[in-house]
Each structure stands twice: as C-alpha cells, then as structure tokens.
C-alpha cells in the first residue's frame, strides 16, 4: 500500500494534471527587469475547474502563458499534461500546446480572415486530422452555431465569436482548458450562456479547467479558487 499521497474516501488522489514548484518569471523592461512570477507553487488535479483571481497586474495571464508555454519560466518546474515544459526547444512547445492546451481568451483572438468553420478547422489541420473541415462543423454544431459555419468573425456577434474560440480550444481534443476572463468583452447575459456552454463541455469531455475572472460568482462555480497576488499564489495553490 502507498500511503504517500493524499487520500480521499476514493482512494489516492491521481497526479496532479498541472503541477508548478517555486516558478519565476523575471522579464527585461526599459525600467530593468521585472519580477513577474515570484515563486509560484500550484497543482491542479485532472477534471477539476480551478477559478483564478487577483488584482490587476497580480500575474494571472502571465501564469496562464507560462502553463501554455507560450512564455518560458526564469527558475523552478513547470510540469503539464505529463510532459515537463523546462528546457523543451520551440517546437516540442508547439507539438505541447496542439496535443494537450486549449485556449479561450478575453478578446476571442479569431483569424479574421477565415470563416467560422476555417478558424476551428486549423488547429485540426496542423494536427493531421482526416476531415478536418467536418470535425470542425460538429464542434460549432455542438455550440450552437451549426448555422453560422461560413460567416466570419468580423459577421458575428461578441457572443457567437466567443463561441468559435470555444469550439475551437475543444476541437482538437485538448484535456486543459485556459481561459482568461473569457465572457470579459461580453453582456452580462450573453456572459452568463458563454459559461454554461464552457462548464457543460468541460463536463462532457472531462476536461480541466483553469479560469481567470473578475467575477466572483464566476469563481465560485469552480471547484476550487486561487488567489493571485504580486506574482505568488496567496491561497489555495493545492487541492
Ligand atoms: N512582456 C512583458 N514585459 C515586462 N513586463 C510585463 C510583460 N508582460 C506583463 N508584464 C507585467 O507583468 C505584470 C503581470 O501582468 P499580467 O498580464 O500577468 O497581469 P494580470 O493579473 O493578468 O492583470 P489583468 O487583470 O489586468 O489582466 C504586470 O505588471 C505587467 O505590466
Ligand atoms: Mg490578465
């Protein structure tokens, strides 16, 4: 018997899905460098939906790139998905993020020159996916925009190009979800129906979540919160 981890009424606890131990940031500025991340320890465990809050400025999407590996760490490790980010070259981080990421953000971040149906399409395509553009057209079936396949971004609402972006983080079978203050450039409403849809899908494909909101009912739908502070995690770092 292992008796080294946590144990619920379930059992051990699985391995952390997300798992950061005493991570730094520092980045160059005109005014010299700046200390983003300042020691950051988080795990996130397989299918839970992590809320993360903090002030303006606290280094909340700067965590979210360094767990993207879109932005590389100063000091300590950052392991995601299985596949520990430290020292991996430009192109095992993109093969990382295509395999294991997706991601929503605030400003829906859309090609504006593709179609709805283009735009969830790529990330299949560079995948090697067989019948991407059909793949594609049931992942914006399933968010409700089935009859917007052709429109682009530039044709549709606030709300409806949130719903491409969504679809488009979950088309290529990505097992953590980032997004950062996703219904943020939204109505309260439309907000409201673009985080039912991001909670249901995540339940549908066992996904785990990481949300940064301004929101607090919003973080309270998550199963856990962190709170971000001057680049270090001031509670609920762990599970
Ligand atoms: N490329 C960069 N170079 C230097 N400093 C940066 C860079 N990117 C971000 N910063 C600084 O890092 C700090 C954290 O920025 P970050 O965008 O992570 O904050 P945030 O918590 O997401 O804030 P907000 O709630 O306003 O989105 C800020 O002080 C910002 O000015
Ligand atoms: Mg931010």
Redesign the pocket.
């Known amino acids: 018997m292992d008796f080294s981890g946590p144990v619920s009424h379930l059992g051990r606890m699985p391995d952390p899905i997300v798992s950061l131990e005493n991570v730094h940031l520092t ?1 160059p ?1 005109r005014a010299g460098p ?1 200390d ?1 991340l300042r020691g950051i320890d988080l795990s996130v465990r397989p299918g839970e939906a992590l809320g993360i809050v ?1 002030p ?8 979210l790139m360094v767990i993207a590996g879109l932005e590389r760490v100063s000091s300590g490790t950052i392991s995601v998905a299985g596949t520990l980010l430290n020292g991996k070259n430009e192109d095992a981080l993109a093969r990382f993020r295509r395999d294991a990421i997706g991601i929503v953000f605030q400003s829906f971040h859309l090609i504006p020159t593709m179609t709805a149906l283009e735009n969830v399409a790529v990330p299949l395509e560079f995948k090697g996916v067989a019948d991407a553009l059909g793949q594609a057209g049931k992942h914006l079936d399933r968010v409700g925009l089935g009859h917007r396949l052709s429109h682009y971004p530039g044709q549709l609402s606030g709300g409806e190009q949130q719903r491409v972006a969504i679809a488009r983080a979950l088309a290529s079978g990505a097992r953590i979800i980032l997004a950062d203050e996703p219904t943020g450039n939204l109505d309260l409403d439309t907000g409201k129906a673009i985080m039912d849809l991001l909670f249901t899908l995540k339940q549908e494909d066992g996904a785990t979540l990481l949300l ?1 909101t301004h929101d607090p009912a919003l973080a309270q739908r998550c199963d856990r919160i962190a709170s ?1 502070r001057d680049g270090r995690i001031m509670s609920g770092a762990h599970p």
């Open positions: 980045l500025s700046v983003i903090g303006s400025g606290s280094g909340k999407t700067t965590l940064i971000v």
